[in-house]
């Protein structure tokens, strides 16, 4: 399936990197489990299942060294475990992991197990894992336990191992957004990057699930408009949660700052954060980090009007990673035969074409 830029849209002025994704920063890595399964339901089997795990590795050695870090809420109808720590102390230590709303309690719980075993000295400690959700129940059978420790497990390592690859990602219908539906058409996850005049390196991961067909908005061109009207039926409310990974060293404030800009960019694609939505968003920088007792390592920080491009490359990341998520993500059937629809490339670049 292509991204937006294999269809000629091209968001923003800025360069990207080279995948274009958050493996364009030094040592990110980002794996998934995807859980497409179609079963009877209990006790002959599991039901229908379509969801599944990503897991954002920032940095290898976040535990020893955390990450300078801080969040932003748009709309607070979600979850995100970690997040209140994350802001308080202005630090990441673990890795994000995303899945959907009913699945948190397990994904936290092997998100801790896996803390634990590759640092032991976790607990005598304590660490409050990153866990973000959306609710996939519209093409999930959210009543069955899908994810297991196995899972979670498979996507850590999957993303261990993606650290420095040249090629970007898989995004759309797979890990955490296998059942997530975005503006109307199939989301999910979605990633871009950007690289700065001053030659640092902006990365935005999406995990997609909010927003109405009518306000789908494709640089600038009002495209949910020039659809025809379908009928659906009813929706969960839908969220999003956002990451931004930099290699920029930006203390915990303006990392907040950064996290706040993916509302910019998502705005710019139709969302308006309604009442029964989740926009929830973090940013890390790489290169700004304490040791365990929170004293900040030495070196220099990115700060006011120099925050200017970084800002920038945030809300043009995210924008495309809206669009990423969608254009890479097929026609889905779900639980109880709901179906989501992909976005069609060659209908969207005629539509473009026409604008």
């Not at 209140?84 to 801790?112: F, I, K, N």
């Not at 590759?118 to 959210?142: K, M, T, W």
């Not at 999910?188 to 030659?199: D, F, H, L, N």
């Not at 009928?231 to 956002?242: H, K, L, Q, W």
Request: one cysteine or more; proline letters at 7%; aromatic letters at 4%.
């Amino acid at each position: 399936m292509p991204r937006a830029r294999d269809i000629g849209i091209e968001i923003g002025v800025l360069p990207t990197g080279p995948t274009n994704s958050v493996l364009d920063v030094a040592g990110v890595g980002l794996g998934h489990t995807t859980l497409h399964r179609d079963e009877p339901p209990p006790p002959d089997g599991r039901g229908t299942a379509r969801t599944g795990v990503t897991v954002l590795v920032a940095a290898e050695d976040a535990y020893p060294r955390p990450l300078s870090a801080g969040g932003a809420v748009l709309n607070a109808a979600g979850e995100c475990t970690g997040f209140l720590t994350a802001r308080e102390w202005a630090t990441l230590e673990t890795p994000v992991y995303l899945t959907s709303t009913m699945q948190v309690g397990r994904v936290y719980d092997s998100a801790c197990r896996i803390a634990l075993e590759q640092h032991p000295g976790v607990a005598d400690d304590v660490v409050i894992p990153v866990v973000g959700e959306c609710d996939d129940s519209f093409l999930n059978d959210c009543r069955r336990m899908q994810v297991e420790h196995e899972d979670v497990v498979a996507a850590h390592r999957a993303a261990l191992e993606s650290r420095g690859g040249s090629v970007a990602p898989a995004e759309g219908a797979v890990g955490a957004g296998t059942g997530m539906s975005c503006l109307g058409f199939k989301g999910g996850i979605g990633t871009s990057s950007r690289v700065t005049p001053s030659g640092h390196t902006v990365a935005v991961l999406l995990l997609t699930n909010f927003g109405e067909r009518t306000r789908l908005t494709v640089d600038g061109v009002p495209v949910g408009r020039r659809l025809p009207p379908v009928e659906e039926p009813p929706r969960p409310a839908g969220s999003c949660i956002g990451v931004v990974v930099t290699d920029a060293p930006v203390i915990g404030a303006d990392c907040a700052r950064l996290a706040r800009r993916i509302g910019l960019g998502l705005a710019r694609t139709g969302s308006t954060a309604h009442h029964g939505s989740g926009e929830i968003f973090l940013a890390a920088s790489t290169t700004s980090r304490t040791d365990r007792d929170g004293a900040w390592e030495d070196g220099p920080r990115v700060a006011g009007r120099a925050l200017d491009e970084l800002f920038e490359a945030v809300v043009d990341a995210s924008e495309e990673a809206v669009l990423n998520s969608m254009l890479t993500a097929p026609t889905t059937t779900g639980r109880d035969g709901n179906v989501s629809e992909g976005l069609d490339p060659e209908r969207l670049e005629e539509l473009l074409r026409g604008h």
